[in-house]
């Protein structure tokens, strides 16, 4: 179990911007009037590991005044979406969780999943720009010599929306790897492809 306090000063971006930011795309406006974030936090973690299974799971809080963020206004400027800063007060609350298991040797699967809850308190609606809940699911065969790799990752849809969001829908991705090792001169050799 952790409790933290933490303090952030804005940036000169969040303060100053009035431009095109090619990063988001956006046309960004700071806000000079910012002041300092500060918060207070508390997480756990518990952990475990058997003969063939590991589990970690790690829930959190985090409650931070004047919290800084952008969101889109709606409007544009020179054709591009306008982000402007400014600050609230938020609860970010969420978790990790992971467990793997080893059904036999040379051979591992994976699943994990992470989720934040981000609400403007001050206003009582969802902060923007925030996460859905994902998710991975990964088999793994690795041997003194070969190695396999097959991989999901996936995203729920979002529709908890915060100022200037747009629903997005869940999605997955397929990744596959292969892969061979071997010594050759003293020197060991990694040829992969993923």
Known sequence: LNFARSFRAPTVQ?????GLDAASGTYSIGTASLGPETGFGVDASLKGE???VAFEVSPYVNY???FIYGFLRGDTIQGFPVRQFTATNARLMGFEAAVTVQPWEYVAIR????YVNAQDTQNNQPLPFTPPLRGLLRGTYQDPTWMGM????MAASQTRLGVGDTPTSGYTVM???IGWRF????????????
């Open 14 to 18: 969040e303060l100053f911007a009035n």
């Open 150 to 153: 097959v991989e999901m990752r």
């Open 111 to 114: 699943a994990s999943s992470d």
């Open 175 to 177: 990744n596959l790897g």
């Open 50 to 52: 058997f003969s063939n």
């Open 183 to 194: 010594t050759q001169a003293g020197s060991v050799h990694n040829i992969s492809l993923h």
């Open 64 to 66: 931070i005044n004047s």
